[in-house]
């Protein structure tokens, strides 16, 4: 059985990896030919960008406080407390806070929105495979859990700090190197924007 949930737990992490793969590329591919009505001198396309830059720190720093409270025990038991007692799918939340970091990166409030709308859309997917997966595992005692904690949008109110798993730092690092993929963004979208105001890439649309 363990060897089972432990193949299981392998298969959604590959799956949430992939995901934001092909997140990241689709991303890139808006990024390279769309540009911000909103000029890159204007007030407006700067205070964008600062906010992206951070959601994105959020986004990485939650990732790794979730990491601190699942730890490797998400087939192994219910994880109640910390971002746990908020919301039952912490890690994608603040993915999707990272990912719509990355679309202020345009400096365009329309693709924050729609860059975050993506991210979650997509992770709702794997949200509902592992639902599925857990309610098995865990019967009435994870059906309690949904019941109390929403899916996605954090209720704060619901905060308990419960206790940490153990530290596992090869886990915290895979979580780490995950989220440096957001940051490691802001850099390449720059050269991106570069070379669009000296033409060197062409803009093919643009949104406020």
């Avoid at 495979?129 to 949904?146: A, I, K, M, T």
């Avoid at 798993?165 to 886990?171: C, H």
């Avoid at 895979?174 to 720059?190: I, K, Y």
């Amino acid at each position: 059985m363990s060897e089972r949930k432990e193949g299981d737990l392998g298969r959604y992490q590959s799956m949430r990896r992939l995901m934001l793969a092909v997140m990241i590329l689709v991303m890139f591919a808006a990024l390279l030919f769309g540009q911000s009505t909103f000029p890159p001198d204007t007030t407006v396309h700067e205070v964008v960008e600062m906010v992206g830059i951070l959601l994105i720190f959020l986004g990485i720093v939650g990732r790794l406080w979730c990491t601190l409270y699942i730890g490797g025990r998400k087939s192994g038991e219910i994880v109640t407390g910390g971002p746990y007692s908020m919301t039952r799918n912490p890690l994608y939340v603040f993915s999707t806070l990272a990912a719509a970091g990355v679309g202020a990166q345009m400096g365009s409030i329309v693709a924050t929105v729609g860059f975050a709308a993506l991210c979650a859309l997509s992770f709702h997917v794997v949200i509902r495979r592992e639902e599925r997966h857990l309610s098995s595992l865990f019967g009435p005692e994870y059906q309690d859990y949904v019941a109390r904690v929403p899916r996605f949008f954090p209720n704060i109110s619901l905060y308990q700090e419960g206790n940490t798993g153990s530290f596992k730092p090869k886990i915290l690092l895979n979580t780490l190197l995950d989220g440096l993929v957001f940051l490691v963004a802001m850099p390449v979208f720059e050269l991106i924007d570069h070379a669009q105001v000296t033409g060197m890439l062409p803009v093919l649309f643009r949104i406020p």
